[in-house]
């Protein structure tokens, strides 16, 4: 008893397996995470190879295995399920380990994986990303039932006994995260705040509108954001330095989700990673990368500059969006591009939390004419990301600009199921947004 007055606790969180690894700071905020496009062919190309006894199904063959090789090297570009593979192999030859989770995830709810394929002689089961060759980590792909709850408490579990292994869980349809809640609200959100428990758990949920009706539409991206700890003035001195409790993007592009996993690991910290995943982007033909963005001296970007005005420098509307909504905006942009070319700029925010303070006002510097800001997003007013984003971009604004919201009006379900109002009120968001100027 004597003893216990004089005792201070020790904290334990950076020994054993995780000697080596820091508590995070805003120092480590771009990593280089490309790598070699030669390795990345190699990888890519094991990543659909099969022992020719090994009888795949002829369908796979000829939409999966064959379309990859091709695109691998011919070009121009990987779509987004091989951008994944390529990051899965790449992190495998360092060393590390890869454990995916979720229903059906072997093939992907969108059939856009096949992580595994299936003898149909035999119906045994081979993972070829588990031979590329050389000493490499293990990818462990389990097909798990439909417990969120018990399945997302696992891999959580599994990401605090190791810094070398990367979880990922990926929900059917992002909605799916529902029924986990209390694991999300107790331990990934707050394990780190809590018990100093750093997790490099990723969680993947298929998120977006696409006139299906209410139900797996949204991955209540909105929930996780609310979630997090990120200061709401970044004007203010004190928010300068950010270190957030998760990480939540939406990446619209291969390339970006390809660094986004890799960063994961390659930091010399962890911490949880939300991804509101893509649905349709999958097979977009607009929604692909080359190689070259993936190569040595690349990495992820919270901020993707507009590509589409002419002259930045007469740009007087700035549109801000995030995920699949920017294409849709791209497309009927280049449309009408004689009426809004170098007055309207679209501008991309990958990555939401940590806020991308920087990132944004170095965009908003190339548009010194701009006198419109505007947040634009296909889900209503009361979802998405526009009540987190909307103080936080205001307060690095020009001086005398206000944000303008474009996108629905506040519901309580995720969006209508009618499909007649379902286009029209899209169509709407996007002559908002490129109307007026």
Request: with cysteine.
């Amino acid at each position: 008893l004597a003893a216990s007055k004089d005792y201070v606790p020790q904290a334990d969180h950076l020994k054993g397996k995780w000697a080596g690894l820091t508590m995070a700071t805003e120092a480590v905020t771009t990593l280089d995470t490309g790598v070699p496009v030669e390795t990345l062919r190699e990888v890519g190309e094991k990543s659909v190879s099969v022992d020719p006894a090994f009888h795949v199904h002829s369908r796979l063959t000829k939409h999966h295995i064959q379309p990859r090789l091709k695109r691998l090297q011919d070009g121009p570009s990987v779509d987004w399920a091989t951008a994944e593979a390529l990051a899965f192999g790449t992190l495998l030859k360092e060393g590390f380990n890869i454990r995916l989770c979720g229903q059906d995830v072997g093939r992907g709810t969108f059939s856009q994986r096949h992580a595994m394929f299936v003898c149909q002689d035999t119906e045994n089961v081979y993972i070829p990303l588990n031979s590329i060759g050389g000493p490499q980590g293990k990818l462990e792909v389990a097909n798990s039932n439909l417990s969120e709850l018990a399945v997302l408490g696992f891999e959580y579990g599994v990401s605090i006994q190791s810094p070398n292994i990367l979880p990922i869980w990926e929900a059917q349809f992002g909605d799916f995260n529902n029924t986990a809640q209390v694991i999300i609200d107790t331990y990934i959100s707050s394990g780190e705040t809590k018990w100093l428990r750093q997790s490099s758990l990723v969680m993947l949920l298929p998120h977006g509108y696409d006139g299906a009706g209410p139900e797996h539409s949204s991955s209540r991206i909105e929930r996780f954001l609310q979630l997090c700890n990120t200061p709401l003035d970044m004007a203010a001195e004190s928010s300068q330095t950010q270190n957030p409790n998760m990480h939540v993007a939406i990446p619209t592009t291969p390339a970006q989700i390809f660094h986004l996993l890799r960063r994961q690991m390659q930091r010399n910290y962890r911490k949880p990673l939300v991804v509101a995943g893509p649905k349709t982007l999958l097979r977009l033909s607009a929604a692909t990368s080359p190689l070259e963005d993936m190569a040595p001296g690349t990495s992820f970007r919270p901020v993707l500059s507009d590509s589409l005005a002419d002259d930045p420098t007469k740009v007087k509307r700035v549109v801000f969006v995030s995920g699949k909504l920017y294409y849709d905006l791209a497309k009927a942009y280049a449309e009408r591009k004689d009426e809004v070319s170098s007055r309207i700029a679209i501008v991309r925010v990958e990555e939401i939390c940590p806020f991308p303070r920087s990132e944004l006002t170095r965009e908003m510097m190339r548009f010194p004419s701009a006198t419109e800001f505007t947040w634009c997003q296909e889900e209503t007013m009361n979802a998405g990301v526009y009540t987190f984003v909307q103080p936080r971009l205001q307060s690095i604004l020009p001086k005398g600009a206000v944000l303008k919201y474009i996108g629905r009006e506040p519901l309580a379900a995720p969006v209508t199921g009618i499909s007649s109002v379902y286009k029209a009120e899209q169509a709407q968001i996007i002559n908002d947004a490129l109307d007026g100027v």
